[in-house]
């Protein structure tokens, strides 16, 4: 992380900066985007213990945010992504992958529709030159417009009566994936509940010069409800429990994978859900996901797997017998549930070996007192949404 | 809505009419839709002054797959006469070039002995190396995909790669050697005389918007050439009643197969339902349905204008946006009084090309936007096959003039319009001083009126310039050379599918094929 250090110069500070600077006491900083964002404030383990048990505060606006509306949007956005847009109703978060013409995925992340031909879309990395592209023919505009909004993503089972307490009216029947729009001291926000760490919790977007006085705001009223910055390590846990899978770490885009056998299809990163089947018209990849699915040609799925003991094993093999005769794939997140208490794990896994509750072997090196060890154990294919409590949906 | 068919054809330009024939001649029900008052698309006889008719883009003869002739019943040799060249240089030089051998080696001596002996054996080196590759202009592509070739696309790979062989190591190793070069050098290789080398320099560039230095030239040269052997009519010819006789023989051996043609009937959309093609949309509404649309329009007509956006794959909808289809060459059409004297002595088709950096020169004003100051011309005389072209003791004249931008700098199209007659005619009068005075009306057509009047897109008469990266089964996309595009039911049986442009038919007949060949396989699934 020191590296980041010597960047900070050159690094660009988001509008809520200054605020985290202050309760910043070690250098846990991490580039984001171009940005100087947090990893670590004081302990990452406390951290999560914020979003699982209070409210956590984390800085979003390094996301890249994208607007897409005019006459053709509502077709156009059909056509980009890979879910059914015509389900999403204005003022819905919703959830999707969008594929290149083999059907692997170019990306994933959430779309705001807020109107029927005005839409955000929310990416990891930088999508226009593709948007652009897909849309020969639309008549759209897509502008990009990640400076444009700032956010805090306020999550944990405390986070709504923190906002109800900062006196929004309506945030106790905003449903799960809903968006508002409000007004607080004569300021304009927009709250969506969804997040990225499979709790009940929220995003809140305001304009940045409003970002210090959202800031302040939510930790002035938020105190009494165990309200917490945190940075990405502690977000990393808790996205992992949730089965949420990332960009690069969990998939390749496709678009810069340099094998062009390591593009996946949504399918085999374990989100097939979000592949819009029954949507009466085309999509980007729909016929080669169609044929993938009717082919039974994918090669793995990114699977979740509950593994004996207690040792972490990112990047570890899967075998099908103890003795590792037949490989089976690797594993690409992984962490000790503090929350589950339970050893947790993404593989890609043969499709067959993806069926809840399939036994298999895993092989974790680990470093022990200037030795590495090596531990063979069983673990079983699990849905990957560990952590999935009613509250997030109630 | 009106009676289903099983096909729908978009387009009667010959390679349209010639999938319609052999679809309706397998028993399929078959309509063509035309938008013109009359079948041929760019393969037609249309009058420009009153009493003078000419051909209105395509002019020349020589790549119809005899074949294709043969499957249709269609009597070539009835419909068109073999023309010679005549190339002329400064200062009253001239060469003449006709199927007689002995009196072509002659005319050249006259520039070069050495060019006359090369230039029969060198001729037919070329058409030879050219026939080998031919072999492949009546076959489907393979894919590029080794596993996804049938065992038939595998011999037919087979057969090729041995018949390349056959040519021997030392055809085999200059083919090699020139396949991917550029037209000036292979000329510099074989001859002397600027004017058979520019006479090289211009056949090889034709209708292309390369130079003869540009890499590429000789492939399209050997492309011309393969219509000169087996797999073409052995030469050019001036069709008689102009290229609309060839279209409209076509139209008759398509109806005589059963199927319909309706002209002025522009289609407007191609239907889709459920992801797949269901039929066409014309111009006024009326909906005309069929499980299978064959286009012979040009692929970025069918597939970015004919189509809803939103049908097509990202990377494949940009694969053909990029498509070049830069149009070079203006059609310039006279109407005479009487034919030049220098022309009278009968070859047919004139060509002012006098060295290959008259062609180079003309082409580096097309680069940067504008007409040629001194284009490159080839002007065939179709009244000396055909007399009825024109009023008694008058002659048309259908000029090539090149290069002629599509996408013109700082000009309009109607100066462009102007530019090109004045200097095509300049040109042609080095030759033939009374050419000027003998014109009594004219008509030029630029690569920007070629879009409009017969659809072309971007007023490329090949629907795509014929280079090594735009052919074969990189034509139009990689995956999709087998004539069958992304969206079901939508087939490309024009000059943009392979193996290409020229009035060959060979896209239409091979796209047929498959056609048929997907039916067949269809039927047996079931």
Known sequence: ?394 | MSAAYDVAVIGAGHNGLVAAAYLAKAGLKVIVLEAADRPGGAAVTREFAPGFRVSGVAHLLHAFHPRVARDLGLKLGAIAAPVGTAAFGPEGARIDISPDAGATAASIARVSPADARAYGPVMARLTRLATALGGYLRRTPPSPLPSSNDLAANLALGRFALGLRLLGRRDFLELTRILTMNVADLAQDYFESDLVKGLLAFDAALGLFLGPRSPNTVFSLLYRLAGFGRHGMGGLHLPIGGMGALAQSLAAAAKRAGAAIRTGSPVERILVEKDAAAGVILAGGEEIRAPIVASSADPQRTLLRLLEPGLLDVQFAKRIRHLRMNGCAAKVHLALDGLPRAWALGAGRIICAPAIDHVERAFDAAKYGRVSDHPAVEAVVPSLADPSLAPPGGHVVSIVAQYAPYRLRDTTNGTARGQILERAVAMLSQSAPDLGARIRASEVLTPQDLEAKYALTGGQWHHGEVTLDQMFFLRPAPRYQQYRMPVPGLWLCGAGAHPGGHVSGLPGANAAREILKEIKAGRRAR
Not at chain 1, 61 to 78: C, E, Q, T, V
Not at chain 1, 101 to 112: A, K, L, N, Q
Not at chain 1, 200 to 222: H, M, N, S
Request: charged fraction near 25%.
């Open chain 1, 1 to 394: 992380m020191t590296h980041v250090r010597h960047l900070t110069p050159f690094l660009r500070k988001t509008p809520f900066h200054e605020a985290i600077e202050r309760l910043m006491h070690g250098q846990g900083w991490v580039r984001w985007m171009g940005y100087q964002t947090a990893a670590v404030f004081d302990s990452e383990q406390s951290e999560y213990f914020a979003i699982r048990h209070g409210a956590s505060v984390y800085d979003v606006s390094p996301l890249i945010k994208y607007s897409i509306r005019g006459r053709d949007a509502a077709r156009f956005m059909d056509f980009l992504v890979t879910r059914d847009m015509a389900k999403v109703k204005p003022m819905q978060v919703a959830y999707t992958a969008w594929c290149e013409d083999d059907g692997r995925m170019i990306e994933e992340g959430t779309v705001f529709r807020l109107a029927e031909n005005d839409f955000i879309l929310n990416a990891a990395l930088h999508q226009l030159h593709w948007l652009t592209e897909a849309a020969y023919g639309f008549d759209v505009a897509i502008e990009e417009v990640s400076e444009r909004f700032c956010g805090l993503a306020l999550q944990g089972p405390t986070s709504p009566d923190i906002l109800a307490a900062m006196g929004i009216r309506g945030i106790e029947s905003l449903p799960h994936f809903g968006i508002m729009e409000t007004r607080l001291d004569g300021r304009w926000l927009r709250i969506d509940r969804a997040g990225f760490t499979g709790d009940l919790g929220y995003e809140i977007w305001v304009e940045p010069p409003d970002a210090l006085w959202l800031w302040d705001t939510l930790f002035r009223v938020g105190e009494p409800y165990k309200i917490a910055p945190i940075g990405s390590r502690a977000l990393d846990m808790a996205r992992i429990e949730a089965g949420f899978i990332l960009v690069d770490v969990d998939y390749i885009g496709a678009l810069h994978a340099v094998r062009p056998s390591q593009r996946q299809s949504p399918i085999e990163a374990g989100i097939g859900w979000v592949v819009g089947f029954k949507k009466p018209g085309y999509f980007a990849g729909k016929r080669a996901l169609l044929r993938e699915r009717r082919e039974g040609s994918s090669r793995h799925i990114l699977t979740g797997i509950e593994i004996e003991g207690r040792k972490p094993a990112p990047g570890a093999f899967l075998y099908a017998d103890r003795e590792a005769r037949t490989e089976l794939g690797l594993t690409t997140s992984a962490l000790w549930s503090p929350t589950l208490k339970k050893n947790i794990a993404f593989a890609r896994l043969p499709p067959d070996y993806a069926e809840p509750g399939r036994q298999m072997w895993i092989e974790i090196w680990y470093p022990k007192e200037k030795k590495i060890e090596r531990s063979m154990v069983r673990c079983w294919a699990r849905s990957r949404m560990f952590f999935d409590p009613p509250r997030k949906r109630q």
